[in-house]
């Protein structure tokens, strides 16, 4: 009887081994599948329109939607012109057509003598006058000579395929839950068919209700967070629950942003209403806020509690991303300068300066989009360099919330105990972990939240961790790829700014809690327990979503 016992717990252990190496080879495919083919997917930068030279013939090329003009080196159309100011004016298309706006310029812009005052309508075959340089407009038709660029060979990817592989990935999960404790259960599988149904829901109602082509976001996404659902079920099954709820509210918020985002028109009269709105957020955190782990940043509203900060970073993305047509005026920026200096300002009174690193680092990469200067953001950064040390000088609670950083094995019985817990249970994990519910990290404080990295390299192994953390870094890479192909710049910047302020949020929850920063106390994206940075992180993701050319511009064809 126990020779038969004894055979029968190896070959479990030997079939959970194998489900362990099997998710993290799924895992890796279909990340690898859905950015080879977010990739091949992309719009060819063939010119949509071309400009002529009125004086010289030469064709200018127009590549994008927006086109910033003027002899500054940093726009899309440089004039060697002396009499054009360094941002002249702005070329951008809409559903109306083509439209030309004047950027405050000294001398003004033209269309066939008359001058520009607002936006203004610019036809085939008008005439743009910008200091001395006139310039017609035309289509690419129009003009010889102009070679398309090559179509890519490969297919895109089937979304339905893809699907399936990660409903395969989440099954095996699933199958390793239900032996995470010290008997076989079936629990973790209601879980599991809420997770799919919420996944597959999406798929239904994204490409056969709504039609679009692409789903490669949402399937990494979907991905990550059933990673993240499944690992917190084999340890707490009351906040699995939480977490599927905030994953319902979360591809809710998605699928409300895209159609929101959907019309530029609607989104930049909403800009201002939603910047107040953020304000009004923090005021009532500053007033209503419970302290929590030295930061005043929960709301308890009955028995829900939520972290407005986490829904304010979709607020300082959308307040910061403007279209072309007022991006380059001093009016507009120093406008986002005072409301990122008012978001700053709540985050350090409300002690969460893991945050405000966050919102800081997104500053920047809007900043620099939007002005084009390094030397504005070496001043941006100068300017907070002295106010970090002033915190430090002046604050020196601030500067005793890091003293263990870098001496966490000095206070491994102390205040270094949660990292070197991580580093040393991260480790025995190796590549493909010791299997959902059986790690030891899971008893150290905040493991499923601000230690859920060393608890994924503990359970699930190294590799399952560093496609999760590579997924995230991906959507970075892909979002800058995929900037000049955007309708507008308003999805352009804010998908580099969401995509940043991802992989920056990812680095300090792991760097924290390896040691390697001092520890904020920051999720990771998609992965980590908490409700409202599930919901924060999928509105994130529809900036990047709406950077995307197909998802507004194509839709399958229907069957009459």
Known sequence: ??????????????????????????????????FSSLRVGRRREDPVVVLEDMVTHEVIPVLYWENSIGRSRSCDIVLNDETASRAHAVLFRRESGWLVTDTDSKAGTFINGK????????????????????????????????????????????????????????????????????????????????????????????????????FELETIAFLNSGIGILLISGTNVKETWVQLAALAAGMALFCAMIWFLGDLDRAMRWRVAIGVLAILLFAANLLLGREYNGAKNWIELGPVTIQPSELIKIAFIFVGASTLDRLQTARNLTGFIAFSAVCMGALFLMKDFGTA???????????????????????????AGLGAFLILKFRPYVAQRFAVWGHVWEHASDSGYQQTRVLSYSASGGLFGVGLGRGSLKSVFAAQSDLVFGMLCEEL??????????????????????????????????SCAAAGMLLFQACLNIFGATDVLPLTGVTLPFISMGGSSMVSVWGLLAFIKAGDERTYAVRRRRKP
Do not use: H
């Open 1 to 34: 009887m126990n020779t038969f016992l004894t055979a029968l717990t190896s070959a479990e252990s030997i079939l959970l081994f194998a489900a362990r190496v099997a998710v993290a080879l799924i895992s890796g495919v279909v990340v690898f599948r859905c």
């Open 115 to 214: 001058k520009v005052r607002q936006n203004a309508p610019i036809l085939p075959g008008d005439t743009v006058a910008m200091g001395s340089t006139a310039l017609m407009l035309k289509r690419t038709a129009d003009v010889s000579g102009l070679k398309p660029s090559k179509r890519p060979r490969r297919p895109a990817a089937s979304p339905v395929s893809l699907m399936l592989a990660v409903t395969a990935a989440q099954l095996l999960l699933g199958a390793q839950a239900c032996f995470a404790g010290d008997k076989p259960a079936l629990m973790p599988l209601v879980p599991l068919g809420i997770l799919l149904l919420l996944g597959w829901g999406l798929y239904f109602f994204s490409r056969k209700i709504l039609g679009r082509v692409s």
């Open 357 to 383: 690193c966050i919102f800081f680092v997104t500053f920047l990469i809007i900043a620099f989009m939007r002005s084009g200067s390094f030397r504005t953001i070496a001043l941006i950064c100068s300017v």
């Open 461 to 494: 192994g190294l590799i399952v961790a560093l496609i999760a953390v590579l997924s995230v870094a991906g959507l970075l890479l892909y979002a800058r790829s995929d900037a000049t192909r955007s309708r507008s710049t308003l999805y352009s910047i804010s």
